[in-house]
């Protein structure tokens, strides 16, 4: 049952991971196309959350710790 919850967390963790990274793509295509500000906004933010997300789903942080 462990196991199969740990799975699961990184499969999570990396369909997070590979959503957040076509952010950080949509965000350098906007700075390119001179939307400078927002461009770098939306990397930033997708970046970030990316990193968040494989921290603690992709090695196996139980939810339970951050929830409280």
Same mark, same amino acid.
């Given at each position: 049952? &462990? *196991?199969?919850?740990? &799975? !699961?967390?990184?499969?999570? =963790?990396?369909?997070?991971?590979? !959503?957040?990274?076509?952010?950080? *793509? =949509?965000? $350098?295509? &906007? %700075?390119?196309? $001179?939307?400078? *500000? ?6 930033? *933010? ?6 968040? =997300?494989?921290?603690?789903? $992709?090695?196996?942080?139980? &939810?339970? %710790?951050?929830?409280?």
């Amino acid at each position: 049952m &462990l *196991l199969d919850i740990h &799975l !699961g967390q990184r499969a999570i =963790a990396f369909s997070v991971g590979i !959503g957040f990274a076509v952010g950080t *793509l =949509a965000g $350098g295509v &906007l %700075w390119l196309a $001179g939307r400078r *500000l927002l461009g770098t906004c939306v990397g930033i *933010l997708a970046c970030s959350f990316s990193i968040v =997300a494989y921290v603690v789903l $992709g090695l196996g942080i139980p &939810l339970e %710790w951050i929830i409280q």
